[in-house]
Every structure is written in structure tokens, then in C-alpha cells.
């Protein structure tokens, strides 16, 4: 990516219609088991090796430019500083949590607006499953990401 790549008139839609009752961004919601041999420090390790992590590929490092100046379309700009700690974080349910627990959490995850001062996407880890598993809910700004792209992302990561 260039310095700037302008949004399309359809992403940038996203942008101009989102609010906070209606927030425009989609989420994906991934469950695991633990390994066999899993640590108890093993949700903590991966945590901890995800936020070291420091080379980032689009659209992770993507962060939008809105320009107060004659041209009013946003620009998708490279953040070389991303704060992971920020992007990337961890929560547990009371064990041993269930899908109605899961959902809640989820529901609530979902239903908070991203910062678009940020790259639009975050990241929780959650623990506390009952029968050894855990989740990964991700969620992306519509304007960065559209479902079918997401999962295929999300297949590939």
C-alpha cells in the first residue's frame, strides 16, 4: 500500500452511516479446545506472543485518514506504531462458562463502537470455557473488511 489509498464510495458509506446505536462492524466469533499438555500459563503465553508480535501486513496496519480539506473521502494510511496492548486483549468468564455466558460477552464485545482514530479492529481472547476450550472474537470495521473477506482472513491467520 502506498502512503494513502482512498477509500470507495461504498466503505466509506460504511463510515458516514455508522453510529452509535448502529455501529458498522462485524465481528467473528472462533472457539478452541486446549491442548492436551497445555500449561495453565497457556492462554497468558499466547497472549503474551501475540503483543510482541510486530510486523503487520494490511489491513491490520490500516488506519483511517478523515481530511478536513476539499476532498471529504477518508484514507486508508499505514500505522507503523500500533498499540497492542489496546487491540489485543484477554477476559475470562466464571468457570465453567457455557454458550449462554459466551453470548453475553460476545453480545456486549459486539455492541461497543470501535475507535477509528485506531486501526478498526480488535481482538479478545477469551478463557473460562467449560470443557477445556477457549474463544477468539474478532471484530473489524465494515469499511476495512467485508464478512467473506473476514473469514477468508480469519482462515488464513
Known amino acids: 500500500m502506498s502512503n494513502s ?5 461504498l466503505d466509506t458509506a460504511w463510515l458516514f452511516t455508522e453510529s452509535r446505536a448502529t455501529p458498522n462492524h462485524v465481528g467473528g466469533l472462533l ?5 492436551a499438555d ?6 497468558r503465553e499466547m497472549m503474551a506472543e ?3 508480535h ?15 480539506n476539499m476532498n471529504p473521502m477518508p484514507s486508508w494510511i499505514e500505522d507503523e506504531d500500533i498499540d497492542l496492548e489496546y487491540h489485543v486483549r484477554h477476559t475470562a468468564l466464571p468457570w465453567p462458562g457455557g454458550e449462554r455466558e459466551l ?3 460476545v453480545g456486549r464485545l459486539q455492541s461497543a463502537p470501535l475507535d477509528l482514530t485506531r486501526p478498526p479492529w480488535e481482538c479478545t481472547i477469551i478463557e473460562g470455557l ?7 472474537f474478532v471484530k473489524m470495521h465494515h469499511s476495512l ?8 482472513l480469519m482462515e488464513r491467520a
Open 103 to 105: 453470548g453475553e460477552l
Open 145 to 152: 473488511i467485508d464478512g467473506v473477506s473476514g473469514m477468508k
Open 130 to 136: 467449560s470443557d477445556d476450550r477457549f474463544a477468539l
Open 54 to 68: 510486530r510486523e503487520f501486513a494490511a489491513p491490520w496496519n490500516r488506519r483511517l485518514k478523515i481530511p478536513f
Open 38 to 43: 497445555a500449561s495453565k500459563d497457556y492462554l
Open 5 to 9: 489509498t482512498r477509500l470507495n464510495l
Open 31 to 35: 472457539q478452541f479446545r486446549l491442548p
Open 50 to 52: 501475540f503483543r510482541n
